[in-house]
């Protein structure tokens, strides 16, 4: 697997001017096992995220995680919504009818929930890791914030459970008097001593529990103004490359400009020995290597000579929106646009003429030539070699790779020695004072040893302000970054505390809550009490306690308007007539001669004239009775 000149006259030595440039991939194809091989182990070693492994594959930016997660967790919220309300159903005792849609719904839920979960626990350790360090400094702000969601809490926590304790107390005392429904009632009255216990027994929990957490709270933002040290250093990584194509002159100039600390890059050798700046594996995403050679386009970096990698264009692609490497980026000027627009792939030893110049530190990761490179072998030497000839001075160069570190102590001892995350006695051993490691190792993995043995750390790879402000409050010296240009505007740590204020803060906040929540129980109680006295004298007074008015009226009694009749005798009012002559009867029937007493009075008794309706006295009988 190589590349080769189609010119057989070309030679390493000649120009570009001479002989007419043409290269062409020699035994590297798309189906090539080894060079697919190596792209898929390239990606999962140095790719974590998913939205950057969708983006080396589909070669278009876009926050596939947000849209996945938001999708998910709409359906989450679904069948959680599902299965409060079945629950409900359940607990009131009705027959829980689900729809198949529902069902399908919620077994694929729950499987695509326990695979994301699997895939995450599996691969995203790093990520969880992180979810722990931002605990550390977000820990004291935290404590005070849930304590405040408690005392919001409580508010119908209380009313539920005081609710619930009445009506509790209700069932108890009625129980005696429902005979064979006093099993129903005794169940009844045990749900709901259920229900306050599950209800209230984790808040009394939760909320003693943060009353007392500070004791056990270690934060390295809780510290004294005075012991603070002083603000980290900045590394680029890769320059800026938010506000530049990485790895080009104009990521490293923009980082200069923003005060960068030093410069970080990786360097790749090419085959005629010229080291240069690159990060991938291959050409594809930040060059238009497409567009000129699409079949050697997989083809790794270091199989090219640099006559053909120095007529690559490497900004292009930073300045089209769908492929921009951040999606938080903010929009170029017009001069900005054009510089990145004539970007090319810079060498090593321009990356060291402006390190010169500005008197900037250089770290770079040296990848190892692979295939028919002929410096693979060589390539520390090669490389010690271009950096003297730079004529820079050695202390600014941070030797990062580890192998033929003898070799280079020899050669360049001016070099400061950087060694990884190595145990104590091994970096006092190679005498190596400076360590370069990611930040979530090191928080985990001794942070104290390395500082009590006075180390000189470099974290990376560090781009939220809180993370640096952990940095910053635990005394590290330097960190790589992306935002460079954000983070030099932090003049102190976020979330910073003294010891004593925040104490002061925590038990004042733990008396006021307490007493708030106090009051929102009594609260709830009185409340409860008075609108069941209220309730009780509505009750009163709806109960009539005067007689009816036609019983107390004259000549009306009981015995009027309900005449005795005898078993044998019936009046004619009340017999019944045929079906047939029904109508004509009770058109018929009219009231005889009335006395003077009853003449004024509207309230007369008018028989029913439904024929299937029962029959009433009339004012016939009821005049006769009573006289």
Same mark, same amino acid.
């Given at each position: ?65 947000? $849209? ?24 009131? #005792? ?16 729950? #499987? ?31 404590h005070l914030s849930s304590i405040t969601m408690m005392v919001l809490l409580s508010w119908p926590v209380a009313f539920y459970l005081v609710h619930w304790e009445q009506e509790a107390r209700f069932r108890r005392k009625k129980m005696i008097h429902y005979g064979r429904r006093g099993v129903?009632?005794?169940?009844? $009255? ?21 009353f007392v957490v500070p004791l056990g709270i270690h934060s390295p933002c809780l510290q004294e103004k005075d012991e603070l040290g002083p603000k980290p250093g900045l590394f680029g990584h890769r320059g800026a490359p938010k506000l530049g194509p990485e790895n080009t002159m104009m990521s ?29 594996? =291959? ?66 030893? =321009? $990356? ?28 520390? *030497? ?33 070099? *400061? *020695? ?8 091994? $970096? ?9 490691? =990611? ?168 028989p029913f004239k439904d024929s299937d309706s029962i029959l009433t006295p009339t004012w016939e009988a009821t005049r006769k009775a009573t006289l």
């Amino acid at each position: 697997m190589g590349v080769r000149l189609q010119n057989p006259g070309y030679q390493h030595g000649e120009t570009k001017d001479s002989k007419p440039l043409a290269v062409k991939p020699v035994g590297v194809t798309k189906s090539n096992p080894d060079t697919n091989a190596a792209i898929f182990l390239y990606i999962l070693r140095t790719e974590t995220c998913f939205c950057r492994v969708v983006y080396l594959i589909t070669k278009c930016w876009f926050f596939w995680s947000l $849209l996945l997660l938001s999708l998910f967790g709409i359906m989450v919220v679904y069948s959680s919504l599902l299965l409060v309300l079945g629950f409900l159903l359940i607990w009131e #005792g009705c027959e829980l009818y689900l729809h198949w849609c529902h069902k399908i719904l919620i077994v694929l839920v729950i #499987g695509i929930c326990t695979f994301f979960m699997t895939v995450l626990c599996k691969f995203w350790h790093d990520r969880w890791l992180t979810l722990g360090l931002s605990l550390k400094i977000l820990a004291p702000y935290i404590h005070l914030s849930s304590i405040t969601m408690m005392v919001l809490l409580s508010w119908p926590v209380a009313f539920y459970l005081v609710h619930w304790e009445q009506e509790a107390r209700f069932r108890r005392k009625k129980m005696i008097h429902y005979g064979r429904r006093g099993v129903k009632r005794c169940t009844r $009255l045990t749900k709901l001593r259920a229900v306050q216990v599950a209800i209230g027994l984790p808040f009394c929990l939760i909320l003693c529990c943060l009353f007392v957490v500070p004791l056990g709270i270690h934060s390295p933002c809780l510290q004294e103004k005075d012991e603070l040290g002083p603000k980290p250093g900045l590394f680029g990584h890769r320059g800026a490359p938010k506000l530049g194509p990485e790895n080009t002159m104009m990521s490293f100039e923009k980082a200069v400009e923003n005060g960068a600390f030093g410069l970080e890059s990786d360097v790749y050798m090419s085959c005629d020995g010229v080291p240069f700046l690159m990060h991938d594996y =291959d050409l594809r995403r930040t060059t238009n290597i497409m567009e000129i050679m699409p079949n050697a386009s997989n083809v790794t970096s270091n199989l090219f000579y640099w006559d053909f990698l120095s007529t690559l264009n490497a900004g292009r692609w930073f300045i089209q929106p769908q492929l921009k490497p951040f999606y938080d980026m903010e929009p170029l000027s017009e001069a900005d646009r054009e510089k990145a627009r004539n970007q090319k792939i810079p060498k090593l030893a =321009d $990356l060291l003429e402006l390190a010169q110049k500005e008197r900037k530190f250089v770290i770079f990761d040296l990848n190892n030539p692979a295939g028919k490179n002929p410096f693979r072998k060589t390539i520390i *030497q090669q490389v010690v070699r271009v950096i003297l000839d730079s004529k820079i001075e050695q202390h600014l160069i941070y030797w990062l790779p580890g192998s033929n570190r003898n070799y280079v102590k020899s050669e360049a001892p001016g070099f *400061q *020695q950087v060694g990884r995350l190595y145990p104590i006695e091994v $970096l006092t051993r190679e005498n190596i004072s400076i360590i370069n490691v =990611d930040y979530k190792r090191l928080f985990y993995n001794g942070l104290r040893d390395y500082k009590a043995a006075n180390i000189t750390i470099n974290l990376y790879l560090v781009n939220e302000p809180w993370l640096f402000s952990l940095a910053w409050c635990s005394r590290i010296h330097s960190v790589t970054t992306d935002n460079i240009h954000l983070l030099r505007q932090i003049n102190h740590p976020y979330y910073f505390m003294t010891p004593g204020y925040y104490m002061f803060t925590w038990l004042l906040l733990d008396v006021v809550s307490s007493i708030f929540i106090v009051a929102i129980f009594c609260f709830h109680t009185e409340n409860i009490s008075l609108e069941k006295r209220k309730s009780k004298k509505r009750a009163l007074k709806n109960v009539s306690v005067e007689p009816p008015s036609r019983v107390a009226e004259i000549p009306w009694t009981v015995k009027p308007l309900y005449p005795p009749v005898a078993k044998s005798v019936r009046p004619a009012e009340f017999q019944q007539s045929p079906r047939r002559k029904r109508t004509s009867q009770s058109q018929s029937r009219k009231p005889s001669n009335t006395t003077d007493a009853c003449k004024g009075d509207t309230r007369q008794l008018i028989p029913f004239k439904d024929s299937d309706s029962i029959l009433t006295p009339t004012w016939e009988a009821t005049r006769k009775a009573t006289l």
